[in-house]
C-alpha cells in the first residue's frame, strides 16, 4: 500500500484511538482501517497500537511514530501547497489560542481585521486560561505570556507585561496600605488559580526573590473574577497590568507595593511554521504582531 496513505489512517487512529472513529473521519471500512494498519506494523516490524475488545491505545513505540508521522504529512501537506502556488494568497482554516482577557482586549480586534482583509480564510479563537498544547490541539498561532519553555516552536516577542498587586481605594482606606510584602499576613487576599495557582506571592528581581506565603480568602478561576472582588473592596490581588487597566485608568483599582515587583513577564505570538511557510500564518503574525507592539501593554 502507499505509504502516505498508511501514514494517514495510522494518524487517524492513534489520534481517535478507534478503528471505527478513525474509518469515519477518513471515509472508508472499518476492514480497511485495520488492513492499512497491520500493513504499516508488518512494513515497520514493530507493534504500534495494542488492541482489545473495548480499547485502542498506543504502545510506546506508536506514540512517538504518531508525534514524527504528524509532523511529515504536516510537510508534505506544505510543500505540496506551496508547489501548487496556493500560498500566494491566504486562504484556508487557521486556529488562534490565547488567554481569555488578552485575546478579547487584543487578539480579537486582530483577528477581525483580519478576516475583513481577507476574505478566504476562516479563523477559529480559542481564549482559555491555560497552557494550550498547540501540536496535540492543532493550533496555528498561540500568544503565551510569561517565560517560554524550551521547545520546537517559534517565538516573536511582541512586547511584556507587569504582574501588579492592586487593591480599590476603599479597602485601602478601611484597612491600610502595605509598605512591604510581609504586611500582606495582616490582609484579605484574592488568589486566582491561572495567575498565582501556589499559596505563595513572589517580590523583587534578584535571583532569589521573596517569597510570601498566605491563605487567600478568595479564590477564583478567571482573572476577571479576581478583578471584580478587588474592585469591590474584598481585598488584594494580584493580576496582569493590561488586565487592569481600565479599572487603574478609572480609579477603582490603585497599584501596591510596585517598588517590588517580579520583573516583567515577556508577550510572545508562537508558531510551528515549517520552512515553507503559509501565507495564511505570516500574514496574521505579522498583523498581530504589529498590533500587540503598539500597545502600551506594561
Known sequence: MDQIHLMKVFVAVGELESFAAAA???????????????????QLGVKLLLRTTRSVRLTEAGGRYLEDTRHILASIHEANEAAAGINATPKGDLAVTAP??????????????????????????YFLDRVVNMVEEGMDVAVRI??????????????????????SPDYLARHGVPKHPSDLAGHSVIGTTNLSPRAGWRFGVTEEPTLVRMKPRLTVTSNDGAIAAASGGLGI?????????????????????????????????????????????RAFIDMLAQALRAQQLD
Open 24 to 42: 469515519r473521519r477518513l471515509d472508508i471500512s472499518p476492514a480497511a482501517v485495520t488492513r492499512a494498519v497491520s500493513a504499516l506494523e508488518d
Open 100 to 125: 481569555i482577557l488578552f485575546g478579547k482586549k487584543f487578539v480579537m480586534p486582530c483577528i477581525v481585521r483580519y478576516l475583513q482583509q481577507y476574505p478566504d480564510v476562516d479563523v477559529s479563537a
Open 146 to 167: 510569561g517565560p517560554l519553555p524550551d521547545s520546537g516552536l517559534k517565538a516573536l516577542r511582541v512586547g511584556r507585561v507587569r504582574r501588579m498587586l492592586c487593591a
Open 237 to 281: 490581588a494580584r493580576l496582569l497590568s493590561y488586565q487592569v487597566a481600565d479599572e487603574l485608568a478609572s480609579g477603582q483599582l490603585q497599584v501596591i507595593l510596585a517598588e517590588y515587583e517580579e520583573a516583567p513577564w515577556p508577550i510572545h505570538v508562537l508558531h510551528r511554521e515549517s520552512k515553507y511557510g503559509s501565507a495564511k500564518v
